[in-house]
């Protein structure tokens, strides 16, 4: 079993037990980005929390025990994305990543903001115009090291 295949098995049985990544987080008392990006193969869970999906998704020892090891992280290939959504994001880096990085020198100074020391969280906000996606990334400040 590689990591893309139990990926793969992961997302069927959720699918086949009807369980959402808010559910599989609750479960493991994490967040669902969190959970979702380990679920995913991005990031590793510890032994009791993998224990416990591999309980609820019914999942083998040694697939139990891959979801502990350190993953080989970035899930997108190296060219431009074609997934629509995906692209979305990489669109808005392209657009306004300067404008990000300007904005956050000004507040913080030169540095950057952590993905290791990091929370993600998706949210529906209601509007009368149609539901809006709110994404928010909240990492620790990460000032560079002045020699």
């Keep these: 079993?590689?990591?893309?295949?139990?990926?793969?098995?992961?997302?069927?049985?959720?699918?086949?037990?009807?369980m959402?990544?808010?559910?599989?987080?609750k479960a493991i008392g994490r967040s669902p980005g969190f959970a979702t990006a380990a679920l995913l193969g991005?990031?590793?869970?510890?032994?009791?929390?993998?224990?416990?999906i591999g309980y609820l998704l019914g999942l083998?020892?040694?697939e139990i025990a891959l979801l502990q090891q350190v993953p080989y992280r970035g899930s997108l290939p190296g060219a431009i994305p074609t997934d629509p959504l995906i692209?979305?994001?990489y669109?808005?880096?392209?657009?306004?990543?300067?404008t990000l990085k300007a904005l956050i020198?000004?507040?913080?100074g030169d540095g950057?903001?952590?993905a290791i020391d990091f929370e993600l969280s998706v949210d529906r906000v209601a509007d009368p115009k149609g539901d809006r996606v709110k994404v928010t990334l909240n990492g620790k400040f990460l000032p560079y090291r002045k020699y």
């Design 112 to 114: 950057i903001m952590s």
């Design 42 to 52: 991005q990031m590793s869970l510890s032994e009791d929390e993998a224990h416990k």
């Design 60 to 62: 083998e020892s040694s």
């Design 20 to 25: 959402s990544w808010n559910d599989l987080a």
């Design 105 to 108: 020198e000004e507040e913080f």
């Design 1 to 18: 079993m590689n990591r893309q295949a139990l990926t793969e098995k992961i997302i069927a049985q959720k699918y086949l037990k009807r």
């Design 91 to 98: 669109e808005i880096t392209q657009i306004f990543g300067s």
């Design 87 to 89: 692209y979305r994001f």
